[in-house]
């Protein structure tokens, strides 16, 4: 089975630009969350996506959006860059996302913004 | 404010040796505690799920335990390899709901010499 895949890997950016990343979750996965990693913050929950509908939302501005496809595959869309929004950015999905379910990470997508 | 702290920030050991590793945390209303370890340049992995009723968990060499009256568990590993160096991380989510909110520690970097 395959596991979760992120495009792009590594990206880079602009002040003032935006960027869309993409998460396929594992085959059969409903529940896709993202994350955002620092050396500053550590991990910080973004939001989490069941069924297309946002479930959960971590304490992010509105500059961090996301959705979820049919597919269950997930975009995650931050407008407007600053330079803090450089990170690792990392999604996981789930089978349900009912809080007690495994997750499963992918690589992650690079982000730097200059 | 939902708050998850781990101890020690870093660690090195010999190739052989066990270890324990410590998170404490005040997150409420507590749903479950999750273990990760994360490889440099990769997204975490999942090594432990605990619930409210769980005192011990194990994965093979991994082995983490959960106090819920003090707020503390720790994450022991048995016959250290070289493969285990990485960071670990403790991760605790709330439940208001139907909502699962994930605080995450910073982490602990483990490092495994020859």
């Known amino acids: 089975k395959a596991g979760v895949t992120q495009t792009p890997r590594y990206l880079i950016k602009t002040r003032g630009q935006q960027v869309t990343l993409s998460c396929s979750p594992i085959?059969?996965?409903?529940?896709v969350s993202w994350y955002q990693q620092t050396p500053g913050q550590g991990l910080q929950f973004l939001f989490e996506?069941?069924?297309?509908?946002?479930?959960n939302k971590g304490n992010f501005p509105g500059r961090f959006s996301g959705r979820q496809f049919s597919n269950s595959r997930s975009e995650m869309n931050v407008s407007t860059l600053e330079l803090g929004d450089s990170a690792l950015y990392l999604c996981?999905?789930?089978?349900?996302?009912?809080?007690?379910?495994?997750?499963?990470f992918g690589p992650g997508t690079r982000l730097t913004v200059t | 404010k939902n708050q998850v702290e781990q101890s020690p920030q870093s660690l090195i050991i010999l190739e052989g040796k066990n270890c324990t590793l410590q998170?404490?945390?005040?997150?409420?209303?507590?749903?479950?505690l999750r273990w990760y370890k994360q490889d440099t340049g990769r997204g975490p992995v999942s090594l432990t799920i605990?619930?409210?009723?769980?005192n011990t968990k194990s994965n093979g060499r991994y082995t983490a335990t959960l106090d819920a009256d003090t707020k503390q568990s720790s994450l022991h590993i048995t016959a250290s390899q070289l493969s285990d160096s990485a960071s670990y991380i403790c991760?605790?989510?709330?439940?208001?709901?139907?909502?699962?909110?994930?605080?995450f520690g910073r982490g602990t970097s483990l490092i495994v010499h020859p």
């Open positions: 996981a999905s789930s089978l349900s996302g009912t809080g007690n379910h495994e997750q499963y």
């Open positions: 996506y069941f069924s297309e509908t946002q479930r």
């Open positions: 085959s059969g996965h409903r529940s």
């Open positions: 605990m619930t409210f009723s769980e």
């Open positions: 991760v605790v989510s709330a439940q208001t709901g139907g909502s699962y909110i994930p605080t």
């Open positions: 998170c404490n945390y005040t997150v409420s209303p507590f749903s479950n």
